[in-house]
């Protein structure tokens, strides 16, 4: 587990580039090594004791920490301004371990209705089965989420954007009311980064990421992250060693090369969603467009408080439902059909197919995600090119 070091006072640009990158470098390396040692020899018996017992800093077995992955640890520590973080194989096991290692039997957790499928199913099928009470609330009514943390709850789960139709939750706003209610509030931050929100500054106790995702950028290293207060994140970190769910040093080494350009692709990856979302919501053939930077989306406000930019992702729906889904995916030049987002390379595809693949078109409906909807992930690609792509593809469908 990452522990907080001295934080300069340089933009998150810079951050990106040398957080977690000073430590010590085998025969004067400028790149953090990929260590794929499983374990960690000493002299002696008493210092490896200390180090075991956390007393002296140090490395004893891969399952618990590694010199490459706390590299990477620190760097997304240092970007969200938080006191601590610790890693796992994947988003989904960053979501599933903090949220196992907070909540016990006979707890309730209160969430919106339309997070990310996999998180969607940890609140529906696996907590009934623990005897976790779980409150899902329309993302667009805080006067009920926050009506429902009065009733009681142990932890108050957000999501911002959400996973696929880009609602905006008023962190601020909940974590100001679940805290006067003694309430935990987890955000996941996977479609913003820390590039464009910073859920911490805005009263969160933790921030989740699915590190696969923006924070990598390159679609080929797995990995997940929570960040926030020490004493919370040492309990996490604590039912990942014994559960398992390690970051592997490969993967650490390919987020942190990702993320050292986060800030270049954030900022392209903004100014072009934001055209491509202006573009779609004057075509004939887009019903509505999803997309926050959109001044008439409903959260466009809020977006604005709290985020430094709208992010890489918006969805939009079709005319003519899921039949013309299938006939205009196939007709995009520059997108991979693909269940990922935050590439550097356009990813597109409905709900039935990525984000809610293990959801039945009844509980997408229940979400509020319509069947004809189509989650378009901007890469870095030059934008004209990428709004001629959706132009032409359009235009076969017509």
Known sequence: MNEPKHEDAAGLGTRAVWAGERGERWMGATQVPVALSVSYSYETVEEWLEVALGKKAGYIY??????????????????????????????????????????????????????????????????????????????????????EITNG??????????????????????????????????????????????????????????ATKFLGGHADALGGVVCGAKELVQRIYHFREINGACLEPMSAYLLLRGMKTLHLRI???????????????????????????????????????????FGGVLSFALHGGFDRVKSFLPGLRYANLAANLGAVETVAGPPATTSHVESTAEERAASGIPEALIRYSVGIEDVEDLIADLRQALERIS
């Open 62 to 147: 891969g399952r618990n920490t590694n010199p490459t992955v706390a590299a990477f640890e620190e760097k997304i520590r240092d970007l969200e301004g938080a006191e601590a973080a610790t890693s796992f194989a994947s988003g989904m096991a960053a979501i599933s371990n903090t949220l196992f290692t907070l909540l016990s039997p006979g707890d309730r957790v209160v969430t919106i209705k339309d997070t990310y499928g996999g998180t969607n199913k940890l609140f529906v099928e696996f907590f009934p089965r623990f005897q976790i009470d779980v409150t899902l609330c329309d993302t667009a009514d805080a006067t009920a989420i926050e009506g």
């Open 153 to 210: 709850c142990k932890l108050l789960y957000l999501e911002t954007p959400t996973n696929p139709t880009i609602r905006i939750v008023d962190i601020a706003r909940l974590a100001a009311w679940a805290h006067r209610n003694g309430t935990l509030v987890v955000v996941d931050n996977t479609f913003a980064t820390p590039m464009n929100q910073r859920p911490l500054e805005l009263g969160a106790d933790l921030v989740i990421h699915s």
């Open 267 to 309: 900022r392209q990856q903004n100014e072009s969603a934001l055209r491509i979302a202006e573009f779609l919501a004057s075509h004939a053939q887009v019903a509505k467009v999803f997309y926050p930077g959109l001044t008439a989306h409903e959260n466009h406000e809020v977006a604005r408080r709290q985020m430094s930019g």
